[in-house]
C-alpha cells in the first residue's frame, strides 16, 4: 500500500504537518488495511490538528481512492476511513453526529484559511440514520450498529463549492480492549454506483483480517 504523497498535494500538508507519523506501536491498525493498486492513505492523530474540538482521543486511518482529487473522476472524494477510539467514548448517534460535523467543519476551514479564504461553516451539517446490518458471511464485529450518513458541506480542496457526501458508518467496541472503532466508506456518488462496492470489498477484507 502506498502512502499518501504529501508533496503532491502541498495544501494537505498544513493540516497533516506534525500529526501524519506511522509509529509502530499504532501499526496494529493498519495491518489489517488491504487496498487496490492506486489507492493511497495516511494515519493521524485524533483529534487531528484541523478540529481539535473534537472529543475523541485515538488514531485515524484513511484510504483515498485514485480519483479522490480529480474533479472529473467517478471517484471524485470517494475514500474511507477506520478511527480507532481510546476506551471511553460513548459511540452513540448522537456524538458520532457531533464529531464527524465538527471534523468536516474544521477540515474545511483549514483549507479556506490555508488558501487565504474564509468559509461559513455554520449551514454544514451531519444527519445520521440507524440501519440493520446486512452480514451474510458472518464477519462484522460482535456488536456492531450500522448508520446511513449525509454530510453537506463546502468541498475546500477542489472545487470549493457546496458539496452532500453520503456516507455508510459501521461502530462497534472491542470486548476486551475496550477501544471503540468507526469505519466509514464516503462518496458523493450514489449508491448504486461502482465505487462503493469496491470499498464494501475492501471493508470486508479488513474485517475477515480482525479475526485472525
Not at 504523497?5 to 509502530?24: D, E, K, M, P, Q
Not at 495516511?42 to 481512492?65: D, N, T, V
Not at 490555508?114 to 464485529?141: H, M, N, W
Not at 456518488?189 to 470499498?199: D, L, N, V
Request: aromatic share 14%.
Amino acid at each position: 500500500m502506498q502512502y499518501f504523497n504529501l508533496r503532491r498535494f502541498a495544501v494537505l500538508l498544513v493540516i497533516l504537518s506534525g500529526t501524519s507519523t506511522l509509529l509502530a506501536a499504532d501499526a496494529e491498525l493498519a495491518r489489517h488495511i488491504t487496498v487496490p493498486t492506486g489507492w493511497k492513505g495516511e494515519q493521524i492523530s485524533l483529534p487531528p490538528s484541523f478540529a481539535r474540538e473534537m472529543k475523541f482521543k485515538g488514531l485515524e486511518e484513511a484510504r483515498f481512492s485514485p480519483g479522490m482529487f480529480q474533479e472529473k473522476s467517478d471517484t471524485f472524494f470517494s475514500y474511507f476511513f477506520v478511527f480507532k477510539i481510546d476506551p471511553g467514548s460513548e459511540l452513540t448517534q448522537k456524538n458520532i453526529e457531533r464529531e464527524l460535523l465538527t471534523y468536516y467543519q474544521g477540515l474545511s476551514r483549514t483549507i479556506f484559511n490555508s488558501r487565504k479564504a474564509k468559509v461559513d461553516t455554520s449551514g454544514f451539517s451531519c444527519e445520521l440514520k440507524k440501519v440493520v446490518p446486512v452480514d451474510p458471511q458472518k464477519i462484522y464485529p460482535e456488536g456492531l450498529t450500522e448508520y446511513s450518513a449525509t454530510v453537506k458541506w463546502i468541498e475546500p480542496f477542489v472545487t470549493q463549492k457546496p458539496q452532500t457526501l453520503h456516507l455508510i458508518i459501521q461502530v462497534w467496541t472491542d470486548k476486551n480492549t475496550k477501544d471503540g472503532y468507526l469505519f466509514a466508506c464516503v462518496s458523493p456518488q450514489e449508491m448504486k454506483a461502482e465505487i462503493w462496492q469496491s470499498m464494501r470489498t475492501i471493508r470486508d477484507t479488513f474485517y475477515r483480517s480482525l479475526q485472525k
